[in-house]
T-cell receptor
Framework: DVKVTQSSRYLVKRTGEKVFLECVQD?????MFWYRQDPGLGLRLIYF???????EKGDIPEGYSVSREKKERFSLILESASTNQTSMYLC??????????????FGQGTRLTVV | DQQVKQNSPSLSVQEGRISILNCDYT??????FLWYKKYPAEGPTFLIS?????DKNEDGRFTVFLNKSAKHLSLHIVPSQPGDSAVYFC????????????FGTGTRLTVIP
């Protein structure tokens, strides 16, 4: 059974803290993604990675960075958390360009609250 | 600019009736379309997809229709069940370029028992 696992379901952090959200997938997928979900705005892409150490900005990368040192792990970093980063964060993985007609698999989500 | 649009934020349907969720897209390069279902405090789960070479794909109670000329797709759920109550997201991707999925804003479906 395929699995994408996010390290935390719920997090509460203080403004200005550096926050790490971890995601691990066991499907040997090339592509990994970080989205955030906010009411009325759907899922917005923050960053994605198509290979180890490779990353691309999504639609809303400001205030975030990412790290992909190993194929199975993709980390989202909030350099200095702010209250407008309170959101549901979703990690996903998807196979590479060799099989484009495939779905992405999502983790269970991390509900981050910045106070 | 939103390339995938779901113009109905919510939909209520009686149990046993048909639910129709709609989605429009603007990018003619999109060639693969997906529907995801999401419950509160959980990640989205894949429901059904369709390639641009087809105009219909069916899986049990779920059918997706694609109208390429209108850049429109729809998800039909028949018969609707209370357990179908969730937020449904439409997504699209293109073979060329990056491998990311572009999502709509979602439609909250409520199936009334």
């Amino acid at each position: 059974d395929v699995k994408v696992t996010q390290s935390s379901r719920y997090l509460v952090k203080r403004t200005g803290e550096k926050v790490f959200l971890e995601c691990v997938q066991d499907m040997d997928h090339e592509n990994m993604f970080w989205y955030r979900q906010d009411p009325g705005l759907g899922l917005r892409l923050i960053y994605f990675s198509y290979d180890v150490k490779m990353k691309e900005k999504g639609d809303i990368p400001e205030g975030y960075s990412v790290s992909r040192e190993k194929k199975e792990r993709f980390s989202l970093i909030l350099e200095s958390a702010s209250t407008n980063q309170t959101s549901m964060y979703l990690c996903a993985s998807r196979t590479g360009t060799g099989s484009p007609d495939t779905e992405a698999f999502f983790g269970q989500g991390t509900r981050l609250t910045v106070v | 600019d939103q390339q995938v649009k779901q113009n109905s934020p919510s939909l209520s349907v009686q149990e046993g009736r048909i639910s129709i969720l709609n989605c429009d897209y603007t990018n003619s390069m999109f060639d693969y379309f997906l529907w995801y279902k999401k419950y509160p405090a959980e990640g989205p789960t894949f429901l059904i997809s369709i390639s641009s070479i087809k105009d219909k794909n069916e899986d049990g109670r779920f059918t997706v229709f694609l109208n390429k000329s209108a850049k429109h797709l729809s998800l039909h759920i028949v018969p609707s069940q209370p357990g179908d109550s969730a937020v449904y997201f439409c997504a699209a991707s293109a073979k060329t370029g990056a491998n990311n999925l572009f999502f709509g804003t979602g439609t909250r479906l409520t199936v009334i028992p």
